[in-house]
């Protein structure tokens, strides 16, 4: 009995083998730039950083597809180099025969791709899937629709406009009203001007009814 399982446990290793090798139809590249990254305080690639990676991976394929209990060795690692380059597949949890095909694995990668970065401290550019375009940040959602801003803004300056006209009517209205009685006053004072000059001129003075003797001595 201790026989067949372990030659069914070699048996799975050697079909794993098969099955995870570069440019695997099912299988993706990972290259990781940590010393770029981190520079001094870079940590050293190891076993136990790979167990993180694939229990990160099990866990976004946990995420992505709802009621399949992905594990650690559902995620297969092969050619791994010391420039921290390796390529994997994911098996079914259900068959481990079956793999499963990349437009799913690369979906559950981009979901959960920033836990998977802040897992190691890392970004898009410095842990790269390969053939996985990078996320692209989250667009900013305004608390209030723009459409609802624009319409504020328009209404406002339209609004001002018509107080500005409002405010420059009355004002040119007071002004009118204040100018009459000014006009008045002015025609008034012309009037009497124009009196007072023509009782000194209004007829010819008769210089004979004058008392001055100069006048009237015969």
Excluded at 111 to 122: G, H, P, V, W
Excluded at 125 to 144: N, S
Excluded at 181 to 198: C, I
Excluded at 199 to 215: L, V, W
């Amino acid at each position: 009995m201790l026989d067949k399982i372990l030659f069914l446990l070699c048996l799975a290793s050697a079909l794993a083998d098969e099955r995870c090798m570069p440019d695997t139809p099912h299988g993706f590249q990972v290259r990781l730039s940590i010393k770029t990254a981190l520079g001094d305080e870079a940590y050293v690639w190891n076993e136990n950083e790979m167990f993180l990676f694939r229990a990160s991976l099990a866990f976004a394929m946990r995420n992505h597809m709802n009621g399949q209990q992905f594990e650690v060795s559902n995620i297969i690692v092969c050619n791994e180099t010391m420039r921290v380059s390796f390529w994997f597949i994911v098996t079914s949890p259900l068959d481990t025969s079956q793999l499963i095909d990349q437009e799913n694995v690369e979906a559950a990668i981009r979901q959960s791709r920033n836990r998977i970065n802040s897992a190691f401290l890392l970004t898009d550019k410095t842990l790269e899937f390969v053939d996985i375009l990078p996320t692209l940040a989250t667009l900013y959602t305004h608390p209030t629709p723009p459409w609802l801003i624009v319409f504020g803004v328009v209404m406002g300056a339209v609004s001002a406009g018509i107080i500005i006209m409002l405010v420059s009517s009355v004002v040119q209205k007071k002004r009118k009203t204040n100018r009459k009685p000014q006009d008045e006053d002015d025609d008034e004072e012309t009037r009497v001007k124009t009196v007072e000059n023509g009782d000194a001129h209004d007829g010819i003075h008769n210089m004979s009814f004058s008392e001055d003797e100069r006048f009237t001595k015969m």
